[in-house]
């Protein structure tokens, strides 16, 4: 078997959210030797990360000279952009948002629906009825980053989960790309991007299961690199877990904050929350853990009740990305504004009862020039 490469590669959780520094992922390397790990600031509190809208400052600071500052310009929302009226002239400045929606609908027995026309789907931002602007329900690529928690209790639980993780792969549309991270009190990349199986494979005998679950920590380093380096729109994140975390940095508002930050990608979670290693209590932890991470991003939480029912999940998971309707509108507030936009999407049509839309509950508008490169518009 080849032996592993030597060499690293560092991934940052971005500055903008708390000011941390870099998490060290490694690119099919060997195990770090002893370092000192970089001194963190103090973490931003969890209540100033929530998504509720930013306040605004509403005492400026004076200008020079004690001059009086200038008067706000009237702003008014348009199709296009935004008017603003300076020093008596009227100026059009593109200020719209283009935001994308990857949907999955159920039906009453909670059956997949794949045949509704665009006019079955109406979308609300902040309750506000939105136009749809594009529609397609087609086989889109993906970029799909595989997160496998390697702490030690997940030891016996490997063999099927390796074996899932590939079937999903061979299971997904054929120009996908997907990387491979494993967590436990770090994180570590043990495949870049790739639609090569044995490459795959070949990373997952990389993993070792030992330590802690530093599940948040993960999800943001992963969602932070999809953002930066993923080819595809469309970008998913699948973690594999057996417990709750007991060894991030960040919180759990803290890591739903940033994935909605970037416009990120939707999450499916697998909890092996069986067996006499998990407690009552921690499995109905992570249980509304891995829940809220699927339901706030529009993937969706399975929790099998033995590792024969992991392989089958994977087929699901496969399934539903690849059956997906994507809606995109143009949302009637301009991103100037800021703040957080709550996001609905009914479906209504003939033949079918209390259908139910699975897409992620809202987002932060990015002003051009914040994020990635390459999306000034908006959802993945």
Known sequence: ????????????????????????????????????????????????????????????????????????????????GVITKEQGKFVLRADAYEVRLNASVIDSSGRAVDSLPETAFQVFEDGVPQTIRSFRHEDLPVSLGILIDSSGSM????????????????????????????????????QDFTNSIPKLQQGLSYIKSSGGTALYDAVIASADYLSKNAKRSKQVLLIVTDGEDNASSATLEQTIRRVQDLDGPAIYCIGLLFGEDVGHSEARHAREVLSELAEQTGGEAYFPKSLQDVDEIAHEVAQDIRTQYTIEYRSTKPPSQGGYRTVRV????????????????????????DGAAGTPTGGK
């Open 1 to 80: 078997m080849r032996r592993r490469s030597k060499s690293w590669l560092l991934l940052g959780l971005v500055a903008q959210l708390c000011g941390w520094g870099p998490l060290a992922l490694r690119a099919a390397g060997q195990t770090p030797a002893a370092q000192t790990p970089a001194t963190r600031p103090a973490a931003v509190p969890a209540a100033a990360q929530s998504s509720s809208p930013l306040s605004v400052d509403s005492d400026p600071v004076p200008s020079p000279d004690g001059e009086a500052p200038p008067p706000a310009p009237t702003v008014v929302p348009t199709e296009s």
């Open 155 to 190: 030891y016996d639980k490997r063999p099927a989960v390796d074996a899932a993780s590939l079937d999903l792969v061979k299971l997904s549309n054929p120009e996908d790309e997907a990387f491979l991270v494993d967590f436990s009190s770090e994180a570590y990349i043990d």
């Open 346 to 369: 009914d479906a209504k049509e003939k033949g079918f009862r209390n259908l139910q839309v699975r897409t992620r509950t809202g987002y932060f508008p990015r002003l051009p020039g």
